[in-house]
Structures are given as C-alpha cells and as structure tokens.
C-alpha cells in the first residue's frame, strides 16, 4: 500500500510517513492508492470477529509497514477506554438501527480515531526517539478528545486553545480536569476564530514549528480516516443476515467530511453492501449545496445547537474531489485554487450526477432537530444528541428515495454532552454517564492567555517537551 496526494506533487509514502506528515507537503491530502477491496468470502470469514479484531483485518489492509503483531497491540489498547467490549454498539430506535459512537472516553465519535492516533504517534516518536507537541483549537469536542488520546503518553506535549468562557462548560471541563502533565490548556481571550487563526499562524512559521516539533492532530490525518471506516463494516456484518443480505444505508451527520468519507471508502472497500450515503447536514449547508445544486460555494458559519457541524469549508471534501475528477490530480489542483480564489466550485452535470448517485442530502433547521429528539423519545424512549438527531431527521425525509433495506444512523455524540438542546425538546436533561458524573467538583486546571501570537508562543517555549 501507497500514499499518494490528492493534488500530484509527491513522491508516493508509506503509511507511517503518511501519519506523521498529515498534510501532504504539497498542500494535498493524502489518500491510498489503490483503495482495496475484499471479496464476499472474506467479509463472511470476518462475521464474528469482535471489533478491535475487525479493527485490526480491515486496516492492515491500508498499512504495509507496521506488523501485524505490534498494530494489534496499539488497536487494542486504543479501544481498552471505551465503556463496552462492542466498542460501537448498535441499538435498534423505530424504524433505524442506531450505530452509537459515543462509548469513548470523551462521549463523542472522535474518540474512534484520536484514541487510535495517540497510539500511533506515540509508538512511531518511540520508534524514531523523536517528540512531538501537539497544538490544537477547539471550539468543542476535538480538543478533549486529542487530550484524551495521548494524555500521560511519553514524548508529547499536547497545547489546546479554547475560547474563554465560549465552550460548553461540560466540554471545558472535559479538559481541564485531565490531571496528567503533559496537557496544558489555554483559556484565550478572544473568540474560537481568534483560536485557530493564531495556530494557523504558528504553523506557518516554519522555523519555530520545527525547532519545537510542532504536530497537528486535525480531520485531515489519514489514520483519522481509516480508524473511521472499521464501524461501517462492523455495522454491515452485523446487520447483515438479521436485516436481510441487501445493502445497507447510512445517514451520517456531517461538518469536515471525514466521517462520511470513510463510509465513502467502506462503500468500495466491501463493494456491493453499503447503499447509499446519507450527508447530513444543519444550517451550515455548503455540502447539501453541493449534492443538490452542483455548486460548491463559501458562506458565513451560522453557529447552532449542533456545534460540531457548524463548518463551512469541509476539510476532507478535497479527498472526494480527488475520485469524482477521476483521479485527475491536475483537476484537484485547479478546483482548489479556484475555491481558494473565488470561494466557490462549479461541477458538470455529469459530475454532479456521480455526486448524487454517491449521495443523498438535506439540510436539517433546528426546529426540527429539536421536534426529531422530541418524537424519537416519545415514540420509543431513546434519547438523541443534537448531532445524532440531524441525522435521524434527514433519513426520515429521505427515506423514500433510499435503496430498499435498513437505514443505520451514527450516533455522533452522547446527548449528556449537550443538556440544554435536550431538555428544551423533552422537558428533562439527558441522565448523566458515570464518565461525567462529578466532574464538576474534580480539579481543573488552564491558563488564561490573551488572543495574542507571542503569548501563546512564550507559553508553549516554557511548556515544550
Ligand atoms: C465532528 C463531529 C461531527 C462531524 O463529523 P465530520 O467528520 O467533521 O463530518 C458530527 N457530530 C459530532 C458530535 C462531532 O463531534
């Protein structure tokens, strides 16, 4: 297996160098070449396996230089966090099956893969007696959840900016109470714009980000990716035989594009057994746009209750883009400047049917996201997270034009995580997991910086490994 950049002008890498690297170093993203695939008496063979065991056949087949020995170790201590053996369970709610991704140490679907590359970075910075300090900014769930991954691991610092007094207190609390020493929030005064602009800018400086080992944990990673297509697999083998030996859709609530990509690339890797692709999305509606217009065009973020999708330029969509022109790197190259110029993309008709036949969309407001987490509950007692319900709710509109057979819709995040969205749609805060329970009396730890490029890089200098 190669890696290869979307945008053509790399050498083609391994997978560990792949990892390490995140962006390609010609400001592409990286993509395997070729996608592999496995025949009907493989995925037979891997019905029962539990899912660190799934986890492990399905991504040995993107890896060609970890053994299969030391990988098995890092998938398993991965997923040893996760509050249930099954890992991403699946629980039947009316008429869907709910593929719940949110059994991770920080009840969100980013656990899936942040929990796997804290592995992964830290046994290749062993393996090359290298370090790492991870800088990020979250406006949310990221942060904890790269904070969870590599938390007490040898070799990395992580740094997490978050504006101050702009996350949900259960997320800032997510972060702070993290006691290990290698994690050093900051508090910034400013907004999360603020936050990123400034990481962005100290990666651009090349010189401080290579003196200090600077290393990103951001959607673009591959290993972020490849640990995502396990569940869609997971989830097929499970439901096949029960739900009939058809293939089997998806609704998937989206914001960057990597979740929904990697059932993009399940879709081809078990060819035949995912049916269509459900992109679900809030307000922020740019990639709707883009199934049902053709268009793909630039606009202001609209903040909702479903925080996590609240983004516009999707930062895995270059990685779609790459297979819909055909593996035309040349193309990639000119759609991206474009974008970067005009803020928007045109697709032929042509194109714009491949992207229809590759997905179904709709945009979902919050009224009735909210009425969806209303009447899933009052019909069978299930609690939906916001992000979760866009997803119920656009299957439920799209319903009629999917493929015969089951529907399964991910779960992104645990409702406790978002109390006040949920009470106003059933009267009552969602029960609190174990995980959060007391979180509020744990101590807490974060250091308040201005909105301020030396600042924060003064503070990382003190702080560096
Ligand atoms: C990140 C996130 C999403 C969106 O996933 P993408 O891979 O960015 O499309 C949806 N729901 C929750 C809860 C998330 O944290």
Partial sequence: MRYISTRGKIDPIGFKEAVMMGLALDGGLL????????????????KDLSYPGLAL????????????????????????????????????????????????????????????????FSY??????????????????????????????????????????????????????????NVFNIAVQGTFDDCQAIVKAIFNQ???KRQYHL????????????????????????????????????SVPTGN????????????????????????????????QFVLQGRYARSQVIPTISPSMDIQVASNFERYLYYLYNQDPERVREAMSS?????????????????????????????ITISTIREIYRETGYVLDPHSAVGVAAAEMLRHDLPEGPIVCLATAHPAKFPEAVSRAIGREPERPERLRGIEDRPSRYKVLPADIDAIKGYIVRHAI
Avoid: C
Wanted: glycine fraction near 8%.
């Fill in 57 to 120: 056949e399905v991504m040995r087949l993107f890896i060609n230089d970890i053994s299969d020995s030391v990988f098995k170790t890092l998938i398993q201590d991965a997923y040893s966090s996760f509050d249930t053996p099954e890992v991403t369970p699946i629980v039947r709610s009316g008429d869907y099956y709910i593929l719940e991704l949110f059994h991770g140490p920080t009840l969100a679907f980013k656990d899936i893969a942040l929990q796997l590359l804290g592995e992964l």
């Fill in 124 to 181: 290749l910075l062993k393996e090359k007696h290298s370090k790492m300090n991870i800088l990020g900014a979250t406006s949310g769930d990221t942060g904890s959840a790269a904070i969870y991954g590599v938390k007490g691991k040898e070799n990395i610092n992580i740094f997490i900016l978050y504006p101050e007094g702009r996350v949900s207190e259960v997320q800032a609390l997510q972060m702070t109470t993290v006691p290990e020493e």
């Fill in 31 to 46: 993509l395997p070449d070729p996608i592999p695939s496995v025949d009907s008496f493989t995925l037979r063979r891997w």
């Fill in 257 to 288: 594009f990597g979740d929904i990509f990697a059932g993009y690339i399940a879709g081809k890797l078990i060819q035949g057994n995912i049916g269509r692709l459900i992109l679900a999305t809030n307000e922020n509606d740019i990639l709707t």
């Fill in 215 to 250: 290393g990103s944990v951001n959607s673009i990673n591959w290993a972020r990716v490849l640990a995502q297509i396990v569940y869609y697999v997971y989830a097929v083998l499970r439901l096949k035989g029960d739900a009939g030996d058809g293939p089997i859709n998806f």
């Fill in 339 to 367: 974008f970067a110029e005009e803020g928007e993309i045109q697709f032929s008709q042509e194109e714009q049917a491949q992207a229809r036949r590759d997905f179904a969309s709709v945009s979902i407001d919050q009224a």
């Fill in 206 to 208: 090349l010189e401080f």
